[in-house]
């Protein structure tokens, strides 16, 4: 995976800040890029050829319910953060995972304009550039870290949103990453989020004691029929019941 990776950040520097081909998908709201394609198809080749016995879900390939009866699943996005990677800014990243049973195992994001890679394994830790990710949570008193989109906001009961949210960048995989690292304490999901989105970031939260969540706190699953997802959160497990609080109806109804 992190060969693959490697492999796809080189294409995506190919093609970054040079005018790459554009169109767009999903009644005109998502843009696609020439790289995305043709990450998509080295990444499909370069794991699939390694691994011909795995299932298959990525952002820019056509959905193979083959991969439901698959026990372990390679859930990739070629670029996220295409609308910042064709504007020339810098996050953005190919996020690659390993989903087996269900559940995130292997996770690889390569931010190659930001000169990251990010890697995880189940029980074998998380690292940024080979530094392992040791997230140290908020000062005693302190105000939470916390990413609130405008449609989580709307969603949570009234008065019980955050005052303060910090900005959360155009990569959701570097968004929730940023989580498992300690640079926030929880990053809120906005609806349509989707598993490729999140397997390879889900790996580091596991793995340095963080869960996404749905709103009623039941733990993310991939490899689902339809992998799309309604509200989420990225957190601490100590922190969920807190935070998904004001997502909850009021006491009696």
Not at 71 to 99: E, H, M, N, Q
Not at 118 to 136: E, F, Q, S, Y
């Amino acid at each position: 995976m992190l060969e693959a990776a490697e492999n796809a950040a080189r294409i995506a520097m190919s093609f970054f800040r040079r005018d790459p081909g554009v169109w767009y998908k999903n009644g005109d709201r998502s843009p696609v890029s020439e790289a995305d394609i043709a990450i998509d198809k080295k990444l499909k080749h370069l794991l699939l050829g390694a691994r011909p016995d795995y299932g298959w879900l990525s952002e820019e390939a056509e959905d193979d319910d083959r991969r439901l009866s698959r026990r372990r699943v390679f859930v990739v996005d070629p670029i996220d953060g295409t609308r910042a990677y064709i504007g020339g800014r810098k996050d953005w990243c190919v996020s690659i995972g390993l989903v087996e049973d269900g559940v995130p195992v292997a996770g690889v994001l390569a931010a190659p304009a930001r000169k990251e890679i990010w890697k995880a394994v189940r029980g074998g830790g998380a690292h940024l550039n080979d530094v392992a990710l040791n997230p140290t949570g908020a000062e005693a008193g302190s105000a939470l870290r916390l990413v609130v989109p405008d449609a989580v906001k709307r969603a949570m009961r009234t008065g019980h949103a955050p005052k303060d949210s910090l900005p959360g960048g155009p990569s959701l995989a570097l968004r929730v990453a940023a989580v498992a690292s300690g640079e926030f304490d929880a990053v809120y999901i906005r609806p349509h989020s989707n598993e490729w989105d999140l397997a390879a970031a889900d790996v580091m939260l596991r793995e340095t004691g963080h869960e996404i969540v749905g709103q009623a706190g039941d733990l993310m699953r991939y490899n689902e029929p339809d992998p799309s997802r309604s509200i989420l959160l990225a957190a601490r497990r100590d922190l969920i019941p807190e935070l998904l609080a004001p997502l909850q109806p009021p006491v009696g109804h």
